[in-house]
């Protein structure tokens, strides 16, 4: 390989990391209230709001139906009006997110369902109010298996990226594709596989490690 | 005994088998007088309460009329489904009673706002037949969250957790994770934790069931020792008849969501009035001997003995006037308790050549009589 091919390859990789960094930091600060919401708002939920919960669920199913192929063309007007631009990482960055938010809102919400009704009942007795108990009981108890779906959801996004990097977004899909596929080079290819492989490893062991961590009490 | 104001001060003691048994040696000068204490008390008036399900309504509680007075070990019991913890949980607002009102300290829990409902929760601690620990939070912090979200400052909040840990005997426990902790050792969590705000009421819901006999009695300890020397009334849920003979003073037996009957516990457990106090008193019952069941008759025949079944509640039958009233009686079986200072059992007597008096003056003594039957005498 050469050295101009090595570099490009290297800010592929960064292009990818920013990526999917930025759209997993968003879907994070989106999903989780969302995931809230929808928990909490349910019938005998603590902020009960059926009517709201049902119209938020459907909105969150839509998008969820939605391929991400489709959304990442669907979403160019706004992804305009988002970033200015519709090609790089910037503008990659909104499909991402865009897609990833519910996609991580119903892992965190099934998460956050699990937790023993007995322990909201329990922070109720001794006083708690509503806001106590998201910081005190649902989200804390809930996490190991938030976090768990965080690196489900990072690594999904992972292999969107790619997909947008056929859309002129840059990063290792993208140059996967214009050399790997488009000029035969079996090499760039196969270390486009190889880099991308070890960044979902890691992701996944760092992820599994902080699980462990949360549940090893 | 030196008095401490301000604040519990509770010590270690020891008992002569060495266990653990610990207790607040001194009580706040509030608590220190000995008038009847007047916080503490629950009252229910004409509580219904009916839960709407896909299949229909269930009503859960119906025209519930009770006093549980202040400082009472009160026991609810009934059989499962009966409306025991649906009645519980109405006390603390938990569940909200579809009609009529209940009443903590004389005053409404029905029409509290968010604001007033989070201070009364305060004043009633409650426990758990799962304990409800948070698994996020050690022993220390699950302690401390009633008062954190109080608003109690860090400082007050360290010493009030390590008095009520001391007061369970876990403050050797206080930073690992309940996951760590035998079931006795969760319970006792849940009982500091339900005791760091000083409540006037502690509510139980089936606490003991979850734990074995062992344990179960050292927790009823700690409930007993709790109401003796901090004077907090404990309500509780349990079907374990002996919990409620070990350590209640009072009693309502729910059956499908009526009280069925109320009392002190030597009343309703040794002169029981209703089939339902009856059939959740079998285990405890020691049924006829089968030598006598098996030869028992329902009618008098020559020579034959008559087999009556003399109840207490209350005070000990006298024996000399027995005999005076019935001169050949002969005891069969007796199983006589003391609860609460008086004395509660059943005597089954057999008569020999009754005339027919001897009945009339056996209940002329004050003795509550019940004909079982006749036998014959042994060939
Ligand atoms: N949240 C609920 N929704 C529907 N039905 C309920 C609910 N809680 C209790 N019930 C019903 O109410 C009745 C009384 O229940 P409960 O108070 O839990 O009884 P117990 O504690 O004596 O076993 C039962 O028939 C039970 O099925
Ligand atoms: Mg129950």
Known sequence: MSPQMIDRLWQAGLDTLVMV??????????????????????????????????????LVNGFRAVPFIVLLVALIPFTRLVTGTTIGVWAAIVPLAVSATPFFARIAEVSLREVDAGLVEAAQSIGCRRRHI??????????????????????????????????????????????????????????????????????????????????AR | MAEVTGSLAFERLRDPGGRIATGARVVPVAR?????????????????KSYRTVTGTVRALEAIELTIPAGAIFGIIGRSGAGKSSLLRTINRLEEPSSGRVLVDGEAVGTLDADGLVALRRRIGMIFQHFNLLSAKTVRQNVALPLAVAGVAKAEIGPRVDEVLRLVGLEDKADVYPSRLSGGQKQRVGIARALVTRPEILL?????????????????????????RLGITVVLITHEMSVIREVCSDVVVLERGR??????????????????????????TRALPEDLAARLQPH??????????????????????????????????????????????????????????????LRALGAEIERIGYVAADD
């Open chain 2, 259 to 284: 009280v069925a009957e109320t009392g002190p516990v030597w009343r309703v457990f040794g002169r029981p009035t209703h089939s339902a106090t009856r059939a959740l008193l079998e285990p405890l």
């Open chain 1, 134 to 215: 998201l910081i005190h009981v649902l989200l804390p108890e809930a996490l190991p298996g938030i976090v768990g779906g965080f690196t489900i959801t990072v690594v999904s996004m992972i292999g969107a990226s790619a997909m947008a990097g056929a859309v002129g977004a840059g990063g290792l899909g993208d140059v996967a594709i214009r050399y790997g596929y488009q000029r035969f080079d079996t090499t760039v290819m196969a270390a486009v596989i190889a880099i991308l492989v070890a960044i979902v490893c890691l992701v996944q062991l760092v992820g599994d490690t902080v699980v462990r961590r949360l549940t």
């Open chain 2, 300 to 361: 008098r025949t020559p020579g034959a003995a008559l087999v009556l079944r003399i109840t207490c509640a209350g005070e000990a039958p006298d024996l000399a006037a027995l005999g005076a009233a019935a001169p050949s009686v002969r005891l069969i079986q007796a199983g006589l308790d003391r609860l609460q200072g008086r004395a509660v059992g059943r005597m089954i007597v057999a008569v020999a050549d009754p005339d027919p008096e001897v009945e009339a003056r």
């Open chain 2, 32 to 48: 220190a007088t000995t008038a009847p204490r007047t916080a503490g008390s629950v009252r229910f008036e004409a509580v219904s």
């Open chain 2, 204 to 228: 139980c819901d089936e606490a003991t069931s979850a734990l074995d006999p062992e344990t179960t009695l050292s927790i009823l300890e700690l409930l007993r020792d709790i109401n003796r």
């Open chain 1, 21 to 58: 960094g930025a759209s997993a930091g968003i879907a994070v600060l989106g999903g989780l209230p969302l995931a809230l919401f929808l928990v909490t708002s349910g019938p005998g939920g603590i902020f009960p709001a059926p009517r709201t919960n049902r119209m938020v669920g459907t």
